[in-house]
């Protein structure tokens, strides 16, 4: 079993930045990704910035659109842990933020959120016009 602790957010005035992280506990595969979803009030979770590790290779981020030039996603494998930087924030990039983890993704499918093991309990970020 896997479990996720994630760490970061609050609240931050429009232009400014915030950085999350989250370290896994427990067995993972040697092939894995681990990252970051979203979901406001009202809305839909969405993907947000994934690191993928596929056996010795380094870590490949994977960003959503809304996000990409302002986000960085960053990993330390041996820790088990993510990191992101937002960097740039938007009111609309308020939500909370989750991090999860899925062992041995399909890349085309590596943005679907619903197919992703272990989540964690979430934190809020607060971004104000």
């Known amino acids: 079993q896997v479990q996720l602790v994630e760490s970061g957010g609050g609240w931050v005035q429009a232009g400014g930045s915030l950085r999350l992280s989250c370290t896994a506990s427990g067995r993972t595969d040697s092939n894995f990704a681990m990252g970051w979803f979203r979901q406001a009030p009202g809305n839909e979770r969405e993907f947000v910035a994934v690191?993928?590790?596929?056996?010795?290779?380094?870590?490949?981020?994977y960003y959503d659109d809304s996000v990409e030039g302002r986000f960085a996603i960053s990993g330390d494998r041996a820790k088990s842990t993510v990191y992101l930087q937002m960097n740039s924030l938007k009111p609309e990039d308020t939500a909370v933020y989750y991090c999860?983890?899925?062992?041995?993704?399909?890349?085309?499918?590596?943005?679907?959120?619903?197919?992703?093991?272990?989540w964690g309990q979430g934190t809020q970020v607060t971004v104000s016009s």
């Open positions: 690191m993928r590790w596929s056996g010795g290779s380094g870590g490949r981020p």
């Open positions: 999860a983890l899925i062992n041995r993704p399909i890349l085309s499918s590596i943005r679907q959120g619903h197919l992703y093991q272990y």
